[in-house]
């Protein structure tokens, strides 16, 4: 039998290749028949290789989880952006590979993030997901997410509800 072995560990330069495909393959996933199809793919394609290449030079704040030494899957964080929220920390995106999902993964890097998130002095975390995304609900909600707020995101002229989950 083959073990495989999973680790969590901050994005590399190196990485910016296998999160684009990730990102593209995830999005498509989770968005296809939500977000309408123009405004999807435009903002699937401003995400390549280079821009993810930049996000990590940039930011300490991209996370990836590693399955046999191939990324299935990342997390973008750092500080919380809404004002209204008192929760200091905020996931902005957390993805797996669509082949990827429902063995655990998630879970692991979620916890993880929220660790580092701590770990950098930010106490309590945001996550806002689409509405019509109910996986990422059932999940947010299966990690003792607490449901407390809505937004509004407008994609070519198409209004989608968002629902920020918090952790204290
Ligand atoms: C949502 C997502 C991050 C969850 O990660 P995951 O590794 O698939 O989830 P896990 O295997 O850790 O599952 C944990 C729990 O979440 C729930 N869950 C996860 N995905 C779900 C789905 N698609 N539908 C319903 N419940 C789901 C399950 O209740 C599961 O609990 P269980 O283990 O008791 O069955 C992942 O499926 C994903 O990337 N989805 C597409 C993109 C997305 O929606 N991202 C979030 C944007 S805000």
Redo the contacts with the bound molecule.
């Keep these: 039998m083959k073990t495989l072995t999973i680790d969590i560990r901050k994005a590399e330069p190196r990485d910016a290749d296998a999160i684009a495909d990730v990102h593209q393959a995830?999005?498509h996933?989770?968005y296809a028949g939500i977000i309408p199809h123009k405004a999807l793919t435009s903002m699937i394609n401003r995400r390549g290789r280079e821009w993810w290449a930049n996000a990590i030079r940039r930011a300490a704040s991209v996370l990836v989880v590693e399955v046999g030494g191939k990324v299935a899957?990342y997390a973008t964080l750092g500080r919380n952006r809404a004002r209204e929220l008192p929760q200091q920390g905020e996931i902005y995106?957390?993805?797996?590979?669509?082949e990827?999902?429902?063995?655990?993964?998630?879970?692991?890097?979620?916890e993880t993030a929220r660790q580092r998130l701590a770990a950098n002095g930010l106490s309590g975390l945001v996550?806002?997901?689409?509405e019509e995304?109910?996986?990422?609900l059932?999940?947010?909600h299966?990690?003792g997410g607490r449901d407390v707020a809505e937004g509004v995101e407008v994609f070519d002229s198409k209004a989608l509800r968002k629902v920020a989950f918090v952790w204290d």
């Design positions: 995830a999005w996933g989770a899957g995106e957390l993805y797996l590979a669509p990827c999902q429902g063995i655990g993964l998630g879970t692991r890097l979620f996550v806002w997901a689409l995304n109910s996986g990422a059932d999940f947010y299966g990690a």
